[in-house]
């Protein structure tokens, strides 16, 4: 009886690297990007070292990416896409608590989870900003916001300002809890604990509700 010859394929083979097309390569490559992102960095990121990451061919990822800006904003949309469904959870999870407190809380909490995402959507230059898919799921996140701090639609250009005002003290204590404040001379910056910026968030609640 003929007996069926069981060939095994080295793991870095060029049959490995192409079984990965007939997969899910797009979702391995994003997967892959946001780890490398998360354990070292956005100045050390590059379609090459995501690639090696994956294991396959450094030229894997410009079958998808044209560059790596494409491939940024998509990974910046996600972050986007996840803010804002932690951002609705919270305020479901929590209808008789302020909605400025809600939301103000939870997007420091997305910050301090996600430090290299949240720098990565609002200060990155390598992400393309004028792409329909990431003007979307940023508008969808800061939706959530901008009705918790005037939910009055009629008045909204009455009260950008208030608004602006709102997003900046949030932003701000966000940027905090991630960055620290400046230290003294010859100390080391820290970062600040979500515990530490609550009775900044009760008086940024305050200042909102008695806004005229």
């Excluded at 410009?62 to 996600?78: A, C, N, P, Q």
């Excluded at 204590?173 to 968030?201: C, H, Q, Y």
């Amino acid at each position: 009886m003929d007996q069926k010859l069981k060939i095994k394929v080295p793991k870095n083979s060029k049959s490995t690297k192409e079984s990965y097309h007939h997969g899910n390569l797009y979702e391995t490559l994003i997967q892959t990007a946001e780890n490398l992102l998360r354990s070292k960095g956005l100045e050390a990121f590059s379609l090459r070292a995501c690639a090696k990451e994956a294991g396959v061919a450094h030229s894997a990822p410009g079958h998808y990416f044209k560059d790596v800006s494409e491939i940024l904003t998509e990974i910046g949309s996600r972050a986007f896409e996840r803010l804002s469904l932690r951002l609705r959870t919270q305020l479901s999870k929590f209808p008789d608590e302020d909605p400025i407190y809600v939301v103000s809380s939870e997007y420091i909490k997305f910050a301090i989870d996600e430090p290299k995402f949240f720098q990565l959507i609002f200060h990155s230059k390598r992400i393309d900003r004028s792409t329909i898919r990431f003007q979307q799921t940023g508008d969808l996140a800061l939706r959530e916001l901008i009705l918790a701090i005037d939910p009055d639609l009629a008045k909204r250009k009455m009260n950008t300002e208030k608004i602006r005002f709102a997003w900046s003290l949030i932003h701000g204590i966000a940027m905090l809890s991630i960055d620290g404040p400046m230290a003294p001379v010859g100390g080391k910056r820290s970062g600040l604990e979500f515990e530490s910026t609550k009775g900044n968030i009760v008086k940024l609640v305050e200042i909102i509700r008695n806004w005229k």
